[in-house]
């Protein structure tokens, strides 16, 4: 049984996200680095898309190899 499992694109994206807004603030408030200000407001639903589409894709890629859902 060598089933190989891959890791959740969804769980990347938000990991990815993350860690991209960690670093904005660490190098703006730490280092003093001179980055455009980040306006929420436009940012939050581009995020949002972006993890429901990796959902999706991630989905129908495990449809596409006949597996079942977890839970089934």
């Given at each position: 049984m060598?089933?190989?499992?891959?890791?959740?694109?969804?769980?990347?994206?938000?990991?990815?996200?993350?860690?991209?807004?960690?670093?904005?603030?660490?190098?703006?408030?730490?280092?003093?680095?001179?980055?455009?200000?980040?306006?929420?407001?436009?940012?939050?639903?581009?995020?949002?898309?972006?993890?429901?589409?990796?959902?999706i894709?991630?989905?129908?890629?495990?449809?596409?190899?006949?597996?079942?859902?977890?839970?089934?």
């Open positions: 060598n089933e190989r499992r891959w890791a959740d694109p969804g769980a990347i994206l938000l990991g990815l996200a993350i860690l991209a807004v960690g670093a904005y603030y660490l190098l703006v408030n730490t280092f003093g680095v001179s980055l455009p200000e980040l306006n929420w407001d436009q940012i939050w639903p581009i995020l949002v898309i972006a993890l429901g589409l990796t959902i894709y991630s989905a129908w890629m495990r449809r596409g190899r006949g597996e079942r859902p977890q839970g089934s």
